[in-house]
């Protein structure tokens, strides 16, 4: 799969330490003594991480045990990829390209966002990709799930028009069971301590003493663990658009966050949906923007409009506000919203959305959804859910209350194998924090969470900017220079700066 098509993948797939350190594990889940570091052999890259790579990019494969606590049973292997520092002369080590999700991979990262970094960044590392556990071309998992589950507004649990979950607690226990019956054992072993766990088998099989983080998303949540866990293993740690890291809660917080993510956005995107001159105009002034937006998804509420070839084949009120979430990503997405809005008033939809490979969906859900319920238990109780979502629905109506609603945690059958990982101040003063300041999927509240439980270990930079991703993503001059500086040097700002 390209990585172009796992980016747009992961649009639609829900929304993810020294050892004295951990919470108390269970006897199954402490890992046993580390079986030898393997060497790796590098060759040309082959099949779908080729795509578009550059012709210095290398990959091999590591085997690595499902269960880190029986080091010596069943193993899986892990797809990595590298480009080698360019100047090795100048060389200081490996940079990990730790991508988001969970569901995500970074195997053609070297090649794509490793053109991006600039020369002295390159000269120094060895940009060091991966597809993480679950996710082909490694050892790959899935649910099989129904083809009317995949659908992008049945992937994030948008409650009834009325405010009823009963169909998503349905939806959670029919998932749920697919992936008990269909993900195999593998699906027990993902989760981000295990991801963690993988990172620094990779980096012991490189040879190298300490790596270097670059970690966007969810990836910033792993590359926090890591450096709690194995804090004297890092050198230089990014962590870009970065999520809550509230141990109690972990990707329940996350998806809570849509709440106030979405309320930041927002009005960005109501100011270029009301410009004068924009060819998908929706509103003549930007106040009129957001109740226009409502009264459509009321309306589709009540009468859903047919459409042929998409999934569902309706554009029904959680499908606009399944594409409202997803345009909100990036500035670059605004057009599919407005122009899905300008077309619902008509009572006609555009052509049916291109969708990607379903056996590449089936990947990422299993991956995102092993992930996410095996790192902490939710609530399984409706009431639990009912009560979230009636207060989300009258706080945050834009998001009608699916930030608080049941995923298919609510039913998964496995409790997770240990407790989630608390991040703390204790370890090293390597960490540099990049932050949009408007961002639907992990807001700035969620990131001044991470800086605090940081504490003195890290500086956070706020980018005056709009959308997922910040480092090399938006043009902002003062954000991506004060990041490249300390890759390539190690110089950070002596305290948080804010850049306009």
Request: proline share 11%.
């Given at each position: 799969m390209t990585q172009t098509t796992r980016t747009t993948l992961l649009a639609a797939v829900p929304a993810a330490l020294l050892v004295s350190l951990l919470p108390p594990l269970t006897a199954s889940a402490v890992p046993g003594p580390a079986a030898p570091a393997p060497s790796l052999s590098w060759g040309p890259c082959a099949g779908a991480e080729a795509d578009g790579s550059a012709p210095r990019q290398q990959c091999a494969t590591l085997r690595v045990p499902m269960d880190h606590a029986d080091p010596r049973g069943p193993e899986i292997s892990l797809a990595l990829s590298r480009i080698p520092a360019e100047n090795p002369q100048a060389?200081?080590?490996?940079?990990?390209?730790v991508p988001g999700?969970?569901?995500?991979?970074?195997?053609?990262?070297?090649?794509?966002?490793?053109?991006?970094?600039?020369?002295?960044v390159r000269d120094r590392y060895d940009l060091i990709g991966f597809a993480p556990r679950g996710i082909a071309p490694s050892t790959s998992v899935g649910c099989g799930l129904e083809h009317g589950d995949l659908a992008p507004s049945k992937l994030?649990?948008?409650p009834a028009p009325d405010g009823s979950v009963d169909e998503n607690m349905a939806t959670a226990r029919r998932t749920a069971d697919a992936c008990a019956r269909n993900g195999g054992e593998l699906i027990r072993h993902l989760s981000t301590a295990a991801n963690v766990r993988d990172l620094d088998r990779v980096r012991a099989a490189l040879g190298e003493r300490r790596i270097s983080?670059?970690?966007?998303?969810?990836?910033t949540y792993v590359g926090a663990v890591y450096a709690q866990k194995f804090p004297h293993q890092t050198d230089r740690v990014v962590l870009d658009s970065n999520d809550d890291p509230d141990p109690t809660r972990v990707a329940r917080g996350w998806l809570a966050a849509y709440e106030q993510g979405v309320?930041?956005?927002?009005?960005?995107?109501?100011?270029?949906?009301?410009?004068?001159?924009?060819?998908?105009?929706?509103?003549?002034?930007?106040?009129e923007v957001r109740p226009a937006f409502l009264r459509l998804a009321a309306r589709l509420d009540r009468e859903p409009i047919p459409w042929p070839g998409a999934n569902p084949e309706e554009l029904n009120g959680n499908v606009l506000r399944q594409t409202m979430l997803d345009s909100l990503y990036q500035p670059g997405r605004y057009p599919t919203l407005a122009k899905l809005m300008l077309a619902a008033r008509h009572g006609t939809v555009p052509p049916a959305p291109a969708a990607p490979p379903e056996p590449a969906v089936q990947n990422v859900t299993a991956v995102s959804a092993g992930t996410i319920c095996n790192d902490v238990a939710w609530p399984t109780s409706p009431a639990v859910y009912e009560k979230g979502v009636a207060e989300s629905r009258a706080k945050h109506p834009l998001t009608a209350g699916m930030p608080r609603n049941a995923l298919l945690c609510a039913a998964w059958p496995h409790p997770p194998r240990e407790a989630p990982v608390r991040i703390t101040d204790r370890g090293p003063s390597n960490v540099l924090l990049v932050q949009n300041e408007r961002d639907v999927a992990t807001p700035l509240g969620g990131a001044l969470k991470l800086r605090e439980a940081l504490g003195r270990r890290a500086v956070m930079v706020t980018v005056d900017s709009t959308g997922h991703g910040a480092y090399l993503a938006h043009g902002n001059e003062c954000g991506d220079r004060t990041v490249s500086r300390f890759l390539a040097t190690g110089e950070r700002p002596g305290r948080d700066l804010y850049c306009r």
């Open positions: 060389r200081r080590g490996a940079l990990f390209l999700g969970p569901g995500g991979s970074s195997l053609g990262d070297p090649s794509g966002k490793g053109r991006k970094l600039p020369q002295e994030r649990p948008w983080v670059w970690g966007v998303s969810y990836g309320e930041d956005v927002f009005p960005h995107f109501a100011a270029w949906a009301s410009a004068p001159g924009n060819p998908d105009r929706v509103a003549e002034t930007a106040s």
